[in-house]
């Protein structure tokens, strides 16, 4: 079956460090790969996705990219901020036609000024 | 904006009783989602639903129900709250063609705690 394994956090940076979130994935097919973030108090959101190999996923600064050969999809930021602090989810959709989703444990992050 | 809301942001039940949790979304979409949330365990999906009436299990279904007699309302139900379902639960919505057909659009989440 599918899975997602995530690295175990938390994760605690300083303000303006580099961030990197490991994930990797088991998954029949091609499947399209997401992560998302859960703010303090508030439901999940998408941060970014890509859906084939080699297609490099970017939002907020966030970057991620598809490698098909080694099965990951790590997310970095070159310069976190305090307003990065959120847990992070991995996730991944194999297709099919009820686009169910199998998310990864999360990382909780925390960046101090 | 998608807009998916929840009926409520913390619930406070007892043990036997029977709990309803709503979820409303406002863009049409065809799918929606209810999964729970519990630290080291990630978000477990419980049931969908992919039209109207239309249900399937997920990973985690025992111990729930659920509704979907309109396109828009899911609900989640539990026949008897137990303890052990004290936890975070999440809904979310996805449509079911286009180019955000793969994008699940969450609400902010109900905290349900069984005593």
């Known amino acids: 079956g599918n899975s997602v394994t995530q690295m175990e956090g938390p994760v605690t940076l300083s303000e303006e460090a580099f961030l990197t979130i490991n994930c990797t994935y088991t998954?029949?097919?091609?499947?399209?790969l997401f992560w998302y973030v859960q703010y303090p108090g508030e439901g999940l959101q998408l941060l970014l996705k890509?859906?084939?190999?080699?297609d490099k996923g970017s939002n907020k600064g966030f970057e991620a990219t598809y490698r098909k050969e080694t099965t990951s999809f790590h997310l970095e930021k070159g310069s976190v901020q305090v307003s990065d602090s959120a847990v992070y989810f991995c996730a991944l959709n194999s297709g099919g036609s009820n686009y169910k989703l199998t998310f990864g444990k999360g990382t909780l992050l925390t960046v101090n000024p | 904006d998608v807009k998916v809301t929840q009926s409520s942001r913390y619930l406070v039940k007892r043990t036997g009783e029977k709990v309803f949790l709503e979820c409303v979304q406002d863009m049409d979409h065809e799918n929606m989602f209810w999964y729970r949330q519990d630290p080291g365990l990630g978000l477990r999906l419980i049931y969908f639903?992919?039209?109207?009436?239309?249900?399937e299990k997920g990973d985690i279904p025992e111990g729930y129900s659920v509704s979907r007699e309109k396109k828009e309302r899911f609900s989640l139900i539990l026949e008897s709250a137990s303890t052990n379902q004290t936890s975070m639960y999440l809904c979310?919505?996805?449509?079911?063609?286009?180019?955000?057909?793969?994008?699940?659009?969450f609400g902010p989440g109900t905290r349900l705690l069984v005593l």
């Open positions: 890509a859906t084939k190999a080699d």
């Open positions: 979310a919505s996805t449509p079911a063609g286009g180019p955000k057909v793969e994008t699940q659009y």
């Open positions: 639903s992919y039209d109207v009436k239309m249900k």
């Open positions: 998954a029949t097919g091609y499947p399209s």
